[in-house]
């Protein structure tokens, strides 16, 4: 550090923060709390921090500037954001990524009754009374035995803020009272009658996208969702990036804990003005997410999660209060965890068990959760066996050079036949490619010859290949074939969308991940694929994959298409579900203990599988 | 075990149980659910578990039996149930327990085991652990896990603090760690071997004075005691003008709430210091007080409580954690509340009544809690009945001319002959005079004949009155008569202390609201003099008057002598049992539901009851 003071201006809204001379552009975004997303964990090696400095002298480029940005962007000033330390002062604009709005994250409404059916039964309870203070002749009462004469079920727990309010709330009630309750425990004491108000939160914490659903516990709808990008993403976008980030120091686990709070904070607050509820209205918050995102989520450091044998700090099920954990919604709602089955297959698995109920099964069935940290559960009534699978971003468009998510401008559709057509989210010119249309483009490349079985994309394509896609497979300045998606002319920004062979080999490596966790289960269970009667899949990415091009390119089994479902976001499903019903949230615990965990690197099969469904299957 | 069954019957009632032989009478015992006490934990080291054998072979007496039963109660067949295993059919009597835990009370001692025999089972539970972080062979395990894998019974609640720590704490805890345990919670988690210390407070919260005890729940020792003036007494020296003081406004509910805190605070600060333990070792504390005192330690405005039909605003036992109100003992230490009765009927009648074991009396006992706040119970095994009888201060010493706390410069013991003497507290000059001088004084004069029947005091007395008496009778300056206790020549702040007929009025009303409410309960009861067993004297000024001059003056009924003892402070002493026993604890919440709380202001007998308690008896 230079020992100066330096100040960075954000563009366009000019926000302004000083930090020392010699800090790093993401360190500076950080501290004036401006989202950048550094999916690599602040290595230099994504493009996803990228920023543009508007003025100042722009700092000279770095080696992992040139090869992540290429010259061009490095003329026009763009930067690794995680890799320019800043001498003057700058002015940056920093590049679209959380601006991007209009996500096709899995969050439809109407999910849960169409998915399944369960009682009623959230656990909480409101009861209008009409108390009257301790009369003469009930000289051995008090105010709290009148205040509960009406309710049937024993009061066990009364919280002392409420035992200060009752000679009053009692004396005051010409309404009458509303008492909430839940588990023999007061919860909430409302003037009037406020019945018909009984609200919950169920949350899906994904590594990459966090989903909030704002449920009447009534009637089981759910009213309003909210979905948004994990804010953490700014301190890796993957979990194990993120979770050296945490490792670093415990203020860092501190910062990931309160990024993600005010994040469910804020998502309370949107669904809540939405449907016109009252935050101090829910009475239960459910929440699911894989094992180091439940960690961060209760400010457990997730340290030892990311070393082998990647053991969970807790693994049982577990109950806060929302005043504790600092959750905005009634302070004494219960906040409660899903429990956890092991390492990578965390309370999210659990939820998608319990939505799916491939539990009471009589056939054998597979439940795909296809996102970064994939998971793989496979059984029926007999049992369930499980196994995390570990995509990377890949499939999610990340780490891909023309890769975005699945936003306003992506090519989400590839259609490849004697030219390449594709379709973009919002109909505009296309921004990037996302990973539905990513996998169309592979399986159509495979089947036209571009590109075959081992992944090679041949810069000399066979005679078979026509013409259209023959002018299409190019090299980039440094040699790497590469494939045009969509030329310049028809982009948004000018410049041709491409598809590289580095692509082709991350979304093998992908593939190879879901998929050897499928098989090696199957052999595990020895389920071949004649017996499985069906397979599922679930989470945001594999609900808008074309199951033909999943199986095309291997990521699934060659199971007959009737026997290949979506099952829309099983894990948020499972949240929800516990939420309306304490039923099956004790189910999740029962369950959480039946589940067989599989450690697939222990596994003396495991290397042969994993390298084998790296290749592509043939034709 | 020999491996067949023998039948164990219980004398009187016949009750039968069937268990292998060689199992202990005490095993036994519990199996049939029959009470029996057993102090030292069933080592054979004291004798509260004796039995007698009523029929059968008596089985040979072991060593233990000889030296803790004597020769005699072993060849009267008794044994110590601890100790015996049956090899036979048996008919046993379990040995009365009430007496002896009577007579011990009497003693007064600090150490609550010498004082009363009570279980000690205080819930609070260490245990010392070594734990390893997961291994690779427990792949479905968690550090949680690891960390409770040698506790036997199941942790259910887990606070979120520790979870938040447990991940570095399995990691550095190479001398072990030592958990606490209460009630299936996780309370605290410290490194190293601490499992000798696990300490306690009871606290005893009087209108006047607060008592606060430190004891070792693993022995049951009192380690210190510290005794204070209730700071409250600023707003309100009784009851009813500090209620007064709460209903004017809430902040000054706060006030009052404040004020006891701290004061119990700086007890813990004191006794910790003495004792030489840390606070954060103090894992639960039990506390009794009166409605009121009760209401204001936790912030709830006793308004109510002061108005007919002077209902509390809540009666039943409480549990509160330290750190919600504010008590500096270990932040998650569950603070205990024993039960209400009714109204003036608080925690420490509940106390009382749990000390002095009067519910299990074959015989009518009455226990009289002397203080401003006097409350009176009568009963036996057949119920138990109460009511409050408000003394008001007098009988402190307090709203008396020369009256004075039991303090150094006290006289606290006078006899009345030819002329007066008179004992100080700390044996230096006289300052004033306290209770038991007032009541030894008062009767003193009755049978002088200085006083007559009414309570007037004779400005010329009768010529009976020997003239160093005589000459003590004087007026004061408004004409008001008086007596002389001490001439100004013999006093610290050289004036007279004298009696005033002011204060003879004030000692009349206050005798007779405790002995009006004993005469109601013994009508109510239909229990005449000649059929209570024993009345037992409690509370701070109960334990230092003279029995003499109570009879005398008509305080208490004229009970032949060895049916009258002190039982020490018996409300503070039922709080030490709640805290070293959760049986104990447990108890009390039956008692406060079986005990029948009579409202004497309603009773049409009550006012002739009172006005013939006012006069004094004839000689």
Redesign the interface.
Known sequence: MSGHQVTITFAPDGQQVSVPAGTTLLWAAQQAERDIVATCGARGRCRSCRVKVVSGTVPPPGLADRIQLGEDEVRERYRLACQTAVAEDLTVLIAPALEEAAFQILAGAGDLRSATSCALDSGVRKVLVRPQ????E????????ELLREVVEPVTE?P?QF??T???LL?SAADGLTITLFDHGLLALEPGDTRAQAYGMAFDIGTTTVVGYLVDLSGGEVLETASSLNPQSAFGGDLMSRIAFAQESPSNVRQLHARILQLLNGQIEEVCAKAGVARDQIYKVVAVGNTAMHHLF????P??VGQ?????????S?R?TAR??GLRVHPNAPVFLLP????FVGADTVGMVLATRIYESRETRIAVDIGTNGEVVIGSQQGLTACSAPAGPALEGAQIQCGMRGAHGAIDRVWVDRDVAYHVIGDGPPLGVCGSGLLDAIAGMLDAGVLDASGRLHPEPPSRVPDGLRRRVTALPGGMPAFVLAWGAETAAGKDIVLTQADIRQVQLAKAAIRSGITMLQRLRHAPDGQIEELMLAGGFGNYLSIRSAVRIGLIPNLPPDRVSYVGNAAGLGAQMALVSETERRRADDLARQI??V?LA?HPDFQDVFLEAVTFPEA
Chains 1, 2 share one sequence.
């Not at 203070?133 to 003469?136: E, T």
């Not at 209760?298 to 450091?301: A, Q, T």
């Not at 082998?308 to 049982?316: F, T």
């Open positions: 203070p301790p009369s003469r009930d000289h051995q009462s008090s105010d709290l035995e009364v002392l035992l200060r009752v000679p009053s004396r209760l400010g457990i450091d340290t030892y082998a044998p990647y053991a969970p700090s807790v693994r049982r577990l806060v504790e954990l956890l089955v092991a390492g067989q965990h450690s222990d």
